[in-house]
């Protein structure tokens, strides 16, 4: 897991440089993420499905993406899944169900509960977890999404990614709304410095996170 945390973090490095050399045309780091990206990814199946915003390629790292796959998709050449139709770091690989990453803010998060209640409708094992940050929860579509979530109670885990340029005591005080409002079937829940995690899935390790 920290050799994930450090190569992701290498990766970063160097794809920033060359987004500020002129060499890819657009790039966002994952800087005080990897923890996050890494042990919530640790503690799912790689047949759970991921609906990532843009700033968890360490789920994908973890799942076996090469550093070259990302160096194909930031450089839109052939070889990218894409085939260089997307912005770099748009990233998404059916191999390891990991949903294409769209630009537009918390898109992803009404489609998550749909796909989680196909799973819950055809009765499959797999869960499904979102990611987003801070701001993506302010969407209509979060709210939207969490409200079918809620009603259809589907099979989901979410990975809300707050930064710390964020005061802590307003990040809880939304956090613990939205908990209040939306999940009643809230079984594990844990803060990681400036992150919250909370999810819904009985079979997540609780003892692959540490505080
Ligand atoms: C629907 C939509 N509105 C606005 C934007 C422009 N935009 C790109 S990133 C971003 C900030 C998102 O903040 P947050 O969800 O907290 O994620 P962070 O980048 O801080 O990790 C915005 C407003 C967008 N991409 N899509």
């Known amino acids: 897991m920290y050799t994930d945390m450090v190569t992701l973090e290498v990766m970063d490095t160097i794809f920033y440089e060359a987004q500020r050399q002129g060499r890819i045309s657009f790039y966002a780091t994952t800087t005080g993420e990897e923890a996050i990206n890494i042990a919530s990814t640790a503690a799912l199946h790689n047949d759970d499905f991921v609906f990532p915003q843009y700033r968890e390629p360490g789920v994908l790292l973890w799942r076996g993406f090469t550093l070259q796959e990302f160096a194909h998709q930031c450089f839109g050449n052939k070889y990218d899944n894409g085939k260089g139709r997307q912005m770099p770091i748009h990233y998404g690989s059916r191999k390891h169900n990991y949903f294409t990453i769209a630009s537009t803010v918390a898109t992803q998060i009404p489609h998550a509960v749909g796909a989680a209640y196909s799973l819950k409708m055809e009765k499959q094992d797999s869960c499904v977890i979102i990611y987003f940050g801070d701001g993506g929860s302010s969407t209509a579509d979060f709210h939207a999404a969490m409200n079918f979530a809620a009603v259809l109670e589907v099979p989901l885990s979410q990975a809300i990614q707050a930064a710390e340029r964020v005061e802590k005591p307003l990040i809880a005080e939304m956090f613990n709304d939205i908990i209040n409002k939306y999940m009643k079937h809230v079984i594990f829940e844990f803060q990681m410095t400036n992150i919250k995690f909370?999810?819904?899935?009985?079979?997540?390790?609780?003892?692959?996170?540490?505080r």
């Open 198 to 210: 909370i999810t819904s899935r009985k079979r997540i390790n609780n003892h692959m996170f540490l």
